[in-house]
């Protein structure tokens, strides 16, 4: 009922683009800022993008000006638009919810999905 689920991620050369998609379950009818991490291996989880509800942007140092952030407020779902991509961007991609609200329960919840994995390799 409370899931984020992600999709787009796959094998791509280096300088190529790859579009991640998340998008919320049906269980939660909010949203406020909606984030894309990426873990690569042996590294800690680190912000890529997030985007608030009023979409203003914000980028991780090392992918500002290659990567775009988007959402659709109505279907509480997010986009990363990666290009020029680079082997170390390598990693698995999580999409993560600060603040989900859904009728089954009060307050709001924070949400991560599963992750994608992107491959940037020649």
């Known amino acids: 009922q409370v899931h984020l689920e992600e999709s787009g991620g796959g094998l791509v050369q280096p300088g190529g683009s790859l579009r991640l998609s998340c998008a919320a379950s049906?269980?939660?009818?909010?949203?406020?800022?909606m984030g894309w991490y990426r873990q690569a291996p042996g590294k800690q989880r680190e912000l890529v993008a997030s985007i608030t509800s009023d979409n203003t942007a914000n980028y991780a140092d090392s992918v500002k000006d290659r990567f775009t952030i988007s959402r659709d407020n109505a279907k509480n779902t997010a986009f990363l638009q990666m290009n020029s991509l680079k082997s170390e961007g390598t990693a698995v991609y999580y999409c993560?919810?600060?603040?989900?609200?859904?009728?089954?329960?009060?307050?709001?919840?924070?949400?991560w999905g599963r992750g994608t994995l992107v491959t940037v390799s020649s």
């Open positions: 993560n919810v600060d603040k989900a609200y859904g009728k089954t329960w009060t307050g709001h919840l924070e949400v």
């Open positions: 049906a269980g939660i009818f909010r949203v406020d800022t």
